[in-house]
């Protein structure tokens, strides 16, 4: 990207104007083997979220994690300016945020799921970001390295807060992605998908949504309360009652219908969820 080498051996800040984010050989896939924050200004054009577009002409934060594969979007008609931040785990490896860091679901998001700010949550991010390279111009002392995690630590925590106002701000397009997803579970369990495929899985949802699994559990814990995981836990349990007490099976082919391995399993997981075991369940109707 034809970027100077970092001032520090575990961070890097530039501007991206500087930068050749045109670059020919970043259209192919690549992974880096850092974290990297984002804030970019200039889009051109529309993003697609779901079925539904957003004009984001104000500035985008973007995330990306360790080792998490990546393309330039080419056909992509923008041109960036604004600020980007690398680091190294080990930056952070020796504090309190390396663990904290791995709650933070926007990492794993894709870059259609960035956090689009408005224009005083701009300014405010931009500002933290600038005082991160303001130290990170700094000649290294022991101090260093605190100031800047800490920093890191703030930025990371309103950015988390930006999320959920986002998600909250775009509740109807969010709600047609709640029932998207509900007939998908409806249709999955309604076929011969369990039986061929097994259980569906949060990768399986977000697929067909067009969304990351993080973004898509993110999504509904703000609108539901409950992860993707539990949501297709639920539609299970409500599907596995009809057939305790509508039809003969027996319990293991039952679990086997449900796309269960081992019928233990679906015994354990259908009594975490009732408070009660399958056969008890459907004695309850005679």
């Keep these: 990207m034809s970027l100077p080498k970092p001032l520090h051996p575990l961070i890097s800040v530039f501007r991206m104007e500087d930068s050749m984010h045109n670059a020919p050989e970043l259209s192919q896939p690549f992974a880096l083997n850092f974290y990297c924050v984002a804030l970019k200004r200039g889009f051109k054009g529309k993003f697609k979220y779901g079925r539904s577009y957003y004009d984001f002409d104000e500035g985008a934060l973007s995330f990306i994690a360790p080792q998490q594969l990546l393309a330039n979007q080419s056909d992509m008609d923008y041109s960036l300016s604004g600020i980007s931040l690398s680091f190294h785990a080990d930056l952070i490896r020796h504090y309190p945020l390396a663990k904290k860091i791995e709650e933070y679901g926007f990492f794993g998001y894709t ?115 409950q992860t993707a995981q539990q949501h297709i836990h639920d539609r299970l349990i409500d599907q596995a009652r009809t057939f305790l007490a509508q039809t003969e099976l027996t319990v293991a082919e039952i679990a086997y219908q449900l796309g269960f391995e081992r019928p233990q399993s679906f015994n354990k997981l259908f009594k975490n969820k009732t408070n009660t075991t399958p056969l008890a369940y459907r004695k309850s109707f005679l």
């Design 111 to 225: 870059v259609n799921e960035a956090l689009h700010l408005s224009d005083e949550e701009e300014q405010f991010i931009g500002r933290i970001m600038n005082d991160i390279d303001t130290e990170y111009r700094r000649p290294i002392d022991q101090f260093s390295q605190d100031v800047v995690v800490a920093h890191l630590e703030l930025l990371l925590t309103y950015s988390n807060r930006f999320y959920t106002r986002q998600f909250l701000t775009r509740k109807a397009a969010n709600i047609d992605l709640i029932d998207r997803m509900q007939n998908l579970l409806t249709d999955y369990f309604q076929s011969d998908k369990t039986t061929e495929q097994g259980l569906p899985t949060v990768e399986y949802l977000a697929g067909q949504l067009n969304l990351s699994p993080g973004y898509l559990s993110d999504m509904l814990r703000t609108h539901t309360g």
